[in-house]
């Protein structure tokens, strides 16, 4: 605490006194607070932020908050009409009613005055006398030790022991939902009202009141002018405006300082302290669209004036004065303005005469950057850390191809990139966009080079095949195909070729079709002789063998459609491309429904649409989905699928993706059955309910949906058979979390912050436990014995907030959930969210007080009787492992409660990865350890049973290989002991390339001849 007030400090003047505001602060409790917590930490506060942020009301509040712990007072010291550096002292001085004393200055005799009190003292406005402002406070701070001072200014002071924070932007919704709670549209509609009494948020205007605080970057000031030309304008015309806000904002209130009277003078303001070279660099950064990185700007924004190795620097400046605006994002700075001060600095550069050439520099930047990013999304999405880049990049993409348009000499560079960025439209169902821009391109670029025509025309075909125009396809592949015959550009007359074998085959001409696949194989050669580094090429193999498939599939050939698609699935597995797995395991699962093996298929569209989901492919979500409603057809829920076709109806009608003619007759054939079972008013309310379902409940709905019991064992050749058909979705776990860990910017909390200690609450007491989750496997959640059911939760971030919470006993913070559920989120917006989820979470429980919070971390309460099932299995099969001497039933119990890999289906982010592969290796190891423990008591068949379960999730253990043919041979079946081994080895051969070990080959030479 601050030291007691000396006893001739009297208080302070009437002049230092905070200024009264007449309308309430919205939406800043929290910050208050934060900001006088700061003053445990630190004697000086700055509070930094663009102009029109709310420092100086922030600053106002936190002074009135802070004057019961200051018993000499709170001083406020405007420095905005002060222009010469040397009169920061003297003014401060005066306002603080120090009298200057013979022989001493007035920078003496206010710290003479102030002593040892304890003041706070804010100094409002210092940036444009940083220097000096900085020299003061460093001073009074020195001799005055019961001073506080908080400061208000675009940038930081730099005095040693500083604390600067951040002014966020007021918080706005995540989507149109709870708008109203928004501080930032709270202060819209109160501001409003002021110039026109009766204004009210409703549906016919909330939309509008959203976009124009979302476009203004929830900065107070801005909406504050936006909101006074209400009188003159609807919040709709208001919103249609703001592309020209720096005329259209403004207020003529002499309240207001002259430079806050209008945005435009606000950021003269700013603009007019920087040096030349800070003010040429922040015009050329306007002409990225939606943020860039440094990479970016030292390209775009350089030249002979501006170095690219100066930009760094200069950069740096303007982030520290708040005009640029820094984030990490996937471990990358990455750097906006603010759109109020990028309107102003692109009319700066173009008053500069530099706009063209910065245009050209920054066109060329991201046709560069578009074909870099191919090969990384080739397929679907092989990299997700690209898929990401490309979605943040898609703002200056979009720009660079309107500069393209401004001039026909430049439609190639949008024919390249509109290439380029083939497979990501492809991941996102963009399709009608993309077509109209190469359509356009080609039109106006007859004499491109031959290549870039020959891919524009390969993309247009297969975004016309994508989208059902089958008229649109033909024409343009033929063409590409004539122009790369003859060329070295191998891989790119490949992909034509496949896209022109799609074309014939699915309009009946089969035989051209298979030529061209055959032609499309011969020229990328065999998958296991292309180095690792032509990633491409494999794909194309897999991708050809996938629609060699359909051909086959549409003309009735359901064998070579299996095998096609299971050789597509078997070459995406080895090279790890994650989408190009998914894309035929539905294809596949649609071959095998038709052949009644409804288990497999099942497997392959929960991995498929897992997958899907979680990247956000959503040609090939709808694709599974599709699959998925014939599935939930053949086996007698019409229900089930009706809503599937709702839903893939909604998801191909946005993305403009049309059904097959093969899925238009299974679509008819559904409809149909799904009538005469459940009359036609009962099918439609079915189908409306898909309509209007989220993606992800469809997904949960394959991944959820009650399959056949399998029986207890397999042998080998069912195991085989069932890894094929699947595409070893039984290994699909393992193949997600390799997924997950190439998720862009990849955030989870560390392990050790995931516990392991079982509640033994879940025992204890009569009844049921008050609450009982079993996150092995398909997620049920139960209160007091009562199931909840997976829409209870209303979204799936408060059912995913109780599993984090059940995986962390002791607590996490809100700034951990953050991190695993919202990273890319401010701070604010991180608050705002928690606190919704958590509110959601507790309402559906039923029971606030089953989450509390002590300190800063929030945990299920100890007093509550939980029962978790992760808990349980990692409890017991590691106390099992421990004591050797436990019994094999015991073991036995422990693993049955694995039902399968955490949160199978589940859309859930990547926190939970390390504790699901813990488990996957604690469920590995006990299965190991149970087997050993029979075959020491010479239970073979038992023995058997658990190493046949463990090569069901690592089918190529080669040590549980051996154990299992030992125990076939025991038990006297030495024939299932060689196909085991044959099968392992053509695995081996067919996935790694490799061979059994010397020990397990000898073992089945041994079998082969036995003595």
């Known amino acids: 605490m601050p030291p007691a007030t000396s006893a001739r400090f009297v208080g302070f003047p009437d002049t230092a006194e905070l200024p009264i505001y007449l309308t309430p602060l919205l939406g800043r409790e929290a910050d208050v607070a934060r900001v006088c917590s700061l003053f445990r930490e630190a004697r000086l506060v700055s509070l930094v932020g663009a102009g029109g942020s709310g420092k100086t009301r922030l600053a106002a509040a936190v002074g009135t908050a802070m004057r019961r712990r200051f018993a000499g007072g709170v001083a406020w010291i405007d420095l905005s009409a002060l222009a010469n550096s040397q009169a920061v002292a003297p003014h401060a001085a005066s306002v603080l009613g120090a009298s200057e004393q013979p022989g001493h200055t007035r920078v003496d005799a206010l710290i003479d005055l102030l002593g040892s009190s304890a003041v706070l003292l804010i100094l409002d406005n210092c940036e444009h006398l940083l220097d000096a402002c900085a020299a003061f406070v460093d001073a009074v701070l020195r001799a005055c030790p019961g001073t506080r001072v908080l400061t208000t200014s675009r940038q930081a002071l730099g005095i040693i022991g500083e604390k600067a924070w951040v002014v966020p932007p007021l918080a706005l919704p995540a989507d149109d939902t709870g708008a109203d709670a928004a501080p930032a549209v709270q202060l819209f509609v109160q501001r409003a009202g002021d110039v026109q009494p009766g204004f009210t948020l409703d549906e016919s205007n909330t939309g509008a009141v959203l976009h124009v605080c979302r476009r203004l970057d929830g900065l107070p000031l801005a909406i504050e002018l936006a909101a006074a030309r209400v009188r003159m304008l609807p919040p709709a015309q208001l919103a249609a405006r703001l592309d020209s806000m720096l005329t259209v904002l403004s207020t003529t209130s002499p309240q207001r300082l002259p430079r806050h009277r209008t945005l435009r003078a606000l950021i003269d303001w700013s603009y007019d302290l920087l040096p030349a070279d800070e003010r040429r660099l922040l015009a050329r950064l306007s002409v990225f669209a939606g943020g860039f990185t440094l990479d970016a700007a030292e390209r775009v924004a350089s030249d002979e004036a501006i170095p690219a190795d100066h930009v760094l620097d200069l950069l740096a400046a303007l982030v520290d004065r708040s005009l640029v605006v820094s984030r990490e994002v996937q471990n990358e700075a990455r750097f906006t303005l603010l759109e109020t001060v990028r309107q102003y600095a692109a009319q700066k550069l173009a008053e500069s005469g530099e706009a063209e050439a910065v245009r050209a520099r920054h066109a060329l930047y991201f046709v560069d950057f578009a074909e870099a990013a191919e090969p990384h999304t080739l397929g679907g999405a092989r990299g997700m850390p690209w898929m990401a880049r490309v979605e943040r990049e898609t703002g200056n993409l979009r720009a660079a191809v309107s500069w393209c348009d401004a001039d026909p000499s430049r439609a190639v560079y949008a024919l390249r990139i509109g290439s380029a960025l083939l497979w990501y439209d492809f991941a996102t169902g963009q399709f009608d966009e993309p077509r109209r821009m190469l359509q356009r391109s080609l039109e106006r670029a007859p004499d491109a080079p031959a290549h ?405 971390r929030y945990r299920i309460d100890p007093s509550v009787r939980v029962a978790f099932d992760v808990h349980a299995f990692r409890d017991g099969v590691e106390s099992c492992l421990r004591e050797r001497s436990t019994d094999a039933a015991t073991l036995a119990d422990a693993l049955r409660l694995y039902r399968g890999d955490l949160l199978a289906g589940e859309v859930v982010g990547d926190w939970h990865l390390p504790l699901r592969e813990d488990l996957q290796r604690l469920y590995r190891e006990g299965l190991r350890a149970l087997g050993a423990h029979h075959m020491r008591a010479e239970q073979w068949s038992e023995a058997a049973d658990a190493f046949r379960t463990l090569l069901k999730v690592e089918p190529l253990d080669e040590p549980a290989c051996r154990s299992l043919m030992t125990c076939y041979a025991r038990a006297g079946q030495p024939v299932e002991a060689m196909r085991l081994y044959e099968n392992v080895a053509r695995l081996m051969s067919e996935q790694l390339d490799s061979k059994p070990t010397s020990d397990t080959t000898a073992l089945y030479h041994e079998l082969q001849h036995p003595a």
Not at 600 to 611: F, G, I
Not at 705 to 729: L, N
Not at 786 to 812: V, Y
Request: glycine share 10%; hydrophobic share 45%.
């Open 452 to 856: 870039v025509r020959a891919r524009s025309l390969t993309t247009l075909g297969y975004t016309a095949l994508w989208v059902g125009e089958v008229a649109g396809v033909l024409p343009p592949l033929t063409e590409a195909v004539e122009l790369l015959r003859g060329t070295d550009r191998h891989t790119d007359l490949a992909f034509a070729l496949v896209g022109l074998g799609i074309a014939l085959g699915l309009g009946g001409d089969t035989d051209a079709a298979f030529r061209l696949f055959d032609e499309v194989e011969r020229a990328l050669g065999s998958p296991a002789n292309i180095p690792r580094d032509e990633y491409p090429r494999a794909l194309l193999y897999a991708f050809g063998r996938h629609w060699r498939g359909t051909v086959a599939l549409a003309g009735g050939d359901l064998d070579l459609a299996q095998a096609c698609y299971r050789a597509a699935v078997d070459v995406a597995r080895a090279w790890g491309s994650h989408p190009t797995i998914a894309y035929p395991l539905a294809a596949l699962a649609r071959v095998l429904v038709l052949r009644n093996q409804l288990d497999d298929a099942h497997a392959c569209l929960v991995e498929s649409a897992t997958s899907h989901l979680r990247r956000d492919e959503r040609w090939g979500l709808v694709q599974a989905l599709d699959a998925a409603s014939l599935l939930f057809y053949r086996r007698g829920d019409p229900g089930a699928a009706a809503r599937l076709l709702g839903l893939t109806n909604r998801l191909r009608r946005h993305s403009g993706i049309a059904p097959s003619p093969l899925e238009l007759a299974q679509h008819a054939q559904i409809r149909d059955a799904a009538i005469a079972a459940l009359g036609s008013d009962a099918f439609a309310a079915a189908y409306s309910e898909g309509e209007a379902m989220p993606a992800a409940a469809g997904v949960r709905m394959i991944a959820t949906a009650s399959a056949p019991a399998h029986e207890a064992t397999h042998d080998v050749r069912s195991t085989k058979r069932r890894h094929a058909a699947r595409g070893a979705a039984g290994d699909s776990a393992a193949e997600m979390n390799v997924g997950a860990r190439e998720t862009s910017g990849l955030r989870t909390p560390p392990h050790g912050a995931i516990h392991s200690e079982s509640s033994s609450a879940g025992s204890s007491g009569a009844g049921p436990p008050d609450l009982d989750v079993r996150a092995l496997g398909a997620l049920e959640v139960r209160v007091r014995g009562e199931p909840l059911a997976g829409d209870a939760f209303g979204s799936s971030k408060p059912r995913e907030l109780l599993l984090l919470l059940l995986c962390s006993p002791d607590g996490l913070t809100r700034e951990q959930a953050g991190l695993a559920f919202w990273p890319d989120s401010s701070t604010v917006q991180v608050k705002n969210a928690f606190h919704v989820t958590l509110h959601r979470l507790r309402r559906t429980l039923g029971r606030h007080d089953w989450i509390t919070i002590t300190g800063d």
